[in-house]
């Protein structure tokens, strides 16, 4: 009697363990936080980042104000990326790509995504032997067929491409800009 109550108890904690593994929080890299500190970090340096805006194949570049600097992310500061808001929308998945010797966690939908969430895809890419955050990548829908890419490369630039996908299905790139910091 006694061999059977071990028994079935322990079989009892073997059943439960999957459902207490389906029910855990998923665990988002904080996106939104990470660029929030970049911007921080220039501001903090004092440096005036350049800006490189190309049009229809013409560039005009810009010395921009560190003041100025949360506004020219705030379409990739909002939704928050983080563990608390879209878990139940989007999904992770990683691996050790080592093509460009980095993890990289990617997150896509779980499935269609409501109107409010114009967050698409992203990607975060991590050195192994630092644990750094290499770049990030964003993809938003900006609605009326146009989409924005964000491209953060930490500590150094970022770039930001919109493009507009045709009727026939094409896509063509509307406008980019690039950010630069590290001189």
């Known amino acids: ?16 363990l999957p459902k207490q593994e389906d029910t855990t929080h ?8 990470y660029i ?11 440096v ?11 560039t005009d570049s810009s010395w921009l104000k560190v003041e100025e600097l949360p506004q020219a992310f705030d379409d990739f500061l909002h939704p928050e990326i983080d563990s608390t808001n879209l878990t139940s929308l989007f999904k992770e998945s990683s691996f050790m790509d080592q093509t460009i010797d980095a993890f990289t966690f990617t997150y896509e939908p779980k499935a269609t995504t409501p109107d409010s969430v ?10 192994p ?19 924005k890419q964000l491209t953060w490369q930490g500590d150094k630039w970022c770039k930001i491409v919109d493009i507009i996908t045709k009727p026939d299905g094409t896509s063509v ?11």
């Open 1 to 16: 009697m006694l061999l059977q109550s071990c028994h079935s108890s322990s079989e009892k904690k073997v059943e439960s």
């Open 26 to 33: 998923q665990s988002f890299f904080p996106v939104t936080n």
């Open 36 to 46: 929030r500190g970049q911007i921080k970090e220039i501001i903090n340096r004092q």
């Open 48 to 58: 005036n980042p350049i800006k490189y805006v190309t049009i229809n194949d013409h």
């Open 118 to 127: 114009k967050l698409l895809h992203w990607d975060v890419y991590m050195d």
């Open 129 to 147: 032997t630092t644990e750094k955050i290499r770049r990030v990548y964003l993809l938003k829908n900006d609605g009326d067929g146009k989409t």
């Open 173 to 183: 790139v509307e406008k980019e800009v690039k950010i630069t910091w590290d001189f």
